[in-house]
């Protein structure tokens, strides 16, 4: 009896000194596998569903324990929701949260700043550790950075990356209890820069129409550009199906944008773009001739199928040939928009028209608008003789 005793002390004393070497080593009681086939490790554990369900999670391919047994606690924060955790995993809990709610092509310029502005500096900080000094500090590095050149990131996109770490932050704090937002304590590191909004003359682009003539599709693409408004993409996205030759007018429900290498068709840029336009009658006999000249066509096929780039270059090629001035693709809607303001259309009707809200026409157009200052001043003082005649009367 009194050996057999022995033998358990034996066992149990390395047992737990076994335990405080895991303990040291930072395994945090999990275990990891080794997969001598490959010569890697893996772990696997159960995790609750979204039910409350107990699932096992399995993962293979680590090159080291440590990066296995890594794996797996930064699993069980994020589930946990424990912001002890590092910037880098919870950016993986973001993306899980909000990259299905947002367009592909919106994702997409979120996640290339955080990964190149973002996470270089933030990775391996803990979310509930990093303040606002640390975030200042990393302002001062990116405002340091100068290209070849030696100019820096403009003030708008400084803005932009600062507000996607905020958006990060701000997440957490409404979701999983972060206590404050140390990007917001910071403050900003640069403001939207106001671009000079260039558009051009009914006679500027006639002259620039009449150089792209010789090719079709771009010729009929920027006539719906210019005499509509319509964006880039909701014009690269039509199809026959969304003209009504009856009453001359097409529907705006989508969007084209070439993402990763591939085509894609999404919803319009706001809930607001979704909308009907009324074409002015030689436009609609214009893409009536331009459908007719498409061989092969089907009516569910798009109408313009060319890409962005394909266009901005025909841009190009179109303000050589006839010498106007170079604007923007985006600034044929301008164009559009200065045209209807001259024309005396009212923010209200401008806005229905291009998809706009009609505070933004007013506040965004405002100089093109006819100053009405002085029919005013001229008023008041109508107004006012009128009450002194009635009170001397």
């Not at 797996?72 to 973001?94: I, P, Q, T, V």
């Not at 502005?117 to 900080?125: A, C, D, S, V």
């Not at 260039?198 to 010789?214: G, H, I, N, Q, R």
Request: with cysteine; proline share 2%; net charge positive.
């Amino acid at each position: 009896m009194v050996i057999r005793s022995s033998r358990v002390n034996e066992e149990v004393n390395t047992l737990f000194a076994l335990l405080q070497i895991s303990i040291l080593e930072g395994d945090d009681w999990m275990p990891a596998y080794k997969d001598k086939a490959t010569d890697t490790w893996f772990v696997k554990f159960y995790s609750k569903d979204w039910k409350g369900e107990n699932r096992q999670v399995k993962r293979r391919g680590f090159k080291t324990k440590k990066e296995a047994l890594d794996f797996e606690r930064n699993f069980k924060m994020r589930e946990e929701c424990n912001l002890d955790m590092a910037f880098g995993e919870f950016f993986k809990l973001y993306l899980d949260d909000v990259q299905n709610r947002l367009k592909r092509n919106t994702w997409l310029t979120k996640e290339h700043i955080v990964r190149t502005k973002i996470l270089p500096y933030f990775e391996n900080k803990k979310m509930n550790e990093i303040t606002a000094s640390d975030v200042m500090k990393w302002q001062n590095e990116l405002m340091a950075q100068k290209d070849e050149n030696g100019k820096g990131l403009s003030a708008t996109y400084r803005k932009t990356i600062h507000n996607q770490l905020s958006c990060i932050f701000n997440h957490a704090c409404r979701y999983y209890q972060l206590k404050s937002n140390p990007a917001r304590q910071a403050g900003c590191m640069g403001k939207e820069e106001v671009r000079e909004m260039l558009f051009w003359t009914k006679e500027e682009y006639k002259c620039f129409s009449e150089a792209v003539m010789d090719k079709p599709q771009s010729f009929y693409a920027f006539e719906m550009l210019y005499w509509t408004g319509a964006r880039l993409g909701e014009v690269l996205a039509l199809t026959a199906e969304d003209f009504d030759f009856v009453k001359n007018t097409v529907r705006i429900n989508k969007s084209y944008q070439r993402l990763e290498g591939k085509d894609l068709i999404t919803t319009p840029k706001t809930p607001k773009s979704n909308r009907v336009i009324k074409l002015p009658k030689f436009l609609a006999e214009e893409i009536q001739e331009y459908i007719s000249m498409i061989y092969g066509y089907k009516r569910t096929d798009r109408l313009f199928q060319v890409t962005k780039s394909f266009l901005h270059h025909e841009m190009e090629r179109g303000c050589k040939l006839s010498g106007v001035k170079r604007i923007r693709i985006h600034d044929l809607r301008h164009s559009h928009i200065s045209l209807l303001i001259d024309m005396g259309f009212s923010a209200v009707a401008i806005a229905d028209r291009v998809g706009h809200e009609s505070i933004d026409i007013t506040y965004r157009y405002a100089h093109l608008f006819p100053s009405k200052q002085i029919e005013m001043a001229d008023r008041l003082d109508m107004e006012n003789a009128s009450l002194e005649l009635g009170m001397e009367g």
